[in-house]
């Protein structure tokens, strides 16, 4: 059974152990967390984001953050969504955003979701797919430079009102 729960500070040299190749690094960052390759130092920089974990029986097996892209807690903004390398493609990237999307929702009571996705990272796209965000409608594509490249990256959505439970 996979469920969430807060990051700890112990969390972190799991998270440091996934072998995590540059392309992939800065796929998952954008840059936000420096220059490659990840250290304690660059994770500890998202204290001030909603951390979570996702968990198998056994141990961590994926990560995320949430935060307010807006200041309200209409719209929660999902980051750094990773999957340990050994589990991907195995449906744990689907249910830990599945698991995001109940507290976002629950919880948190928000009524949309948000991310943003490299359209290099085909994987990660049909895996936000298949966990039911959409490409957001209207939204121009933004470029970042990365590795020397421009790397154009697609806003995806997910409307959470029609799912409220009373």
């Known amino acids: 059974m996979l469920r969430l729960r807060p990051y700890g500070d112990e969390d972190a040299k799991i998270i440091l152990s996934w072998p995590i190749e ?7 960052t954008a840059g936000i967390l420096g220059e490659y390759p990840l250290t304690l130092e660059k994770l500890s920089g ?4 909603m951390r979570f974990v996702l968990l198998d029986e056994t141990e961590v097996s994926g990560f995320f953050t949430l935060r307010n892209p807006k200041e309200t807690p209409d719209e ?3 980051g750094f969504v990773i999957v340990d390398p050994k589990k991907r493609g195995q449906g744990y990237g689907k249910e830990m955003l599945r698991l995001g999307l109940v507290f976002a929702r629950d919880v948190y ?7 943003g996705v490299f359209e290099n990272n ?3 796209w049909r895996c936000y ?3 039911g965000f959409r490409d ?5 594509l933004k470029s970042y430079a990365v590795m020397g490249e421009a790397w154009p990256c697609r806003e995806m ?3 959470l009102t029609g799912e409220r439970h009373a």
């Open 22 to 28: 540059e392309k992939r690094f800065y796929q998952w």
């Open 46 to 49: 998202l204290s001030g984001l």
């Open 76 to 78: 929660v903004r999902f």
């Open 109 to 115: 009571r928000a009524e949309k979701a948000t991310l």
């Open 122 to 124: 085909e994987a990660a």
């Open 129 to 131: 797919r298949a966990a």
């Open 136 to 140: 957001a409608p209207g939204e121009a």
């Open 157 to 159: 959505e997910y409307d």
